[in-house]
T-cell receptor
Framework: DGGITQSPKYLFRKEGQNVTLSCEQN?????MYWYRQDPGQGLRLIYY???????QKGDIAEGYSVSREKKESFPLTVTSAQKNPTAFYLCASSFMTGAPYEQYFGPGTRLTVT | KQEVTQIPAALSVPEGENLVLNCSFT??????LQWFRQDPGKGLTSLLLIQSSQREQTSGRLNASLDKSSGRSTLYIAASQPGDSATYLC????????????FGTGTRLLVSP
């Protein structure tokens, strides 16, 4: 089955610790994205990558870091510098060539930091 | 800066009703608009995508329309069922070729039997 997997589904961490969220896709998509969702708010873009070894900051990149060493993988690290890390994190991917560039989403990771 | 608004924020209807969800955006220079469904605690499922050159798209009981010039889209759900209960999100992609979606805050739909 083609799709996007995110792990773990739930993650609990103590304040001050870095944590890495996994995102893998087998759709052969070029572009990958990380979004954050908070209650009552729309999704906000954290980082995105159009090609291996290249990525750009989204609207709320402060306190986060990413890597794109393989086309299939786009892990997100939530660092201790992120002031309010508790949220639902969603990974997505899409083709970069050939309209209509529909985005597909993973099941999400719920991160709780105490 | 593009802003997307969805009205109403919540909607409760009895099973069998036809209903309309609204989405408006402030900048009409969009490449496409996507409607998503999100069940509690889950990821997003793409329902319909309308390209800027299109007026509407249909999938089963769902019909989405787009009026780019007025900055509006509607999602029409025919003969609603309890299984349609979820949050519905719309998102627009700016006219830059790369799909940085801007999301609305969603409409939470409850269909009661």
């Amino acid at each position: 089955d083609g799709g996007i997997t995110q792990s773990p589904k739930y993650l609990f961490r103590k304040e001050g610790q870095n944590v890495t969220l996994s995102c893998e896709q087998n759709l052969n998509h070029d572009a990958m994205y990380w979004y954050r969702q908070d209650p009552g708010q729309g999704l906000r873009l954290i980082y995105y990558s159009q090609i291996v070894n290249d990525f750009q900051k989204g609207d709320i990149a402060e306190g986060y870091s990413v890597s794109r060493e393989k086309k299939e993988s786009f892990p997100l690290t939530v660092t201790s510098a992120q002031k309010n890390p508790t949220a639902f994190y969603l990974c997505a991917s899409s083709f970069m060539t050939g309209a209509p560039y529909e985005q597909y989403f993973g099941p999400g990771t719920r991160l709780t930091v105490t | 800066k593009q802003e997307v608004t969805q009205i109403p924020a919540a909607l409760s209807v009895p099973e069998g009703e036809n209903l309309v969800l609204n989405c408006s955006f402030t900048d009409s220079a969009i490449y496409n608009l996507q409607w998503f469904r999100q069940d509690p605690g889950k990821g997003l499922t793409s329902l319909l995508l309308i390209q800027s050159s299109q007026r509407e798209q249909t999938s089963g009981r769902l019909n989405a329309s787009l009026d780019k010039s007025s900055g509006r889209s509607t999602l029409y759900i025919a003969a609603s069922q309890p299984g349609d209960s979820a949050t519905y999100l719309c998102a627009v992609s700016p006219n830059t070729g790369f799909q940085k979606l801007v999301f609305g805050t969603g409409t939470r739909l409850l269909v009661s039997p």
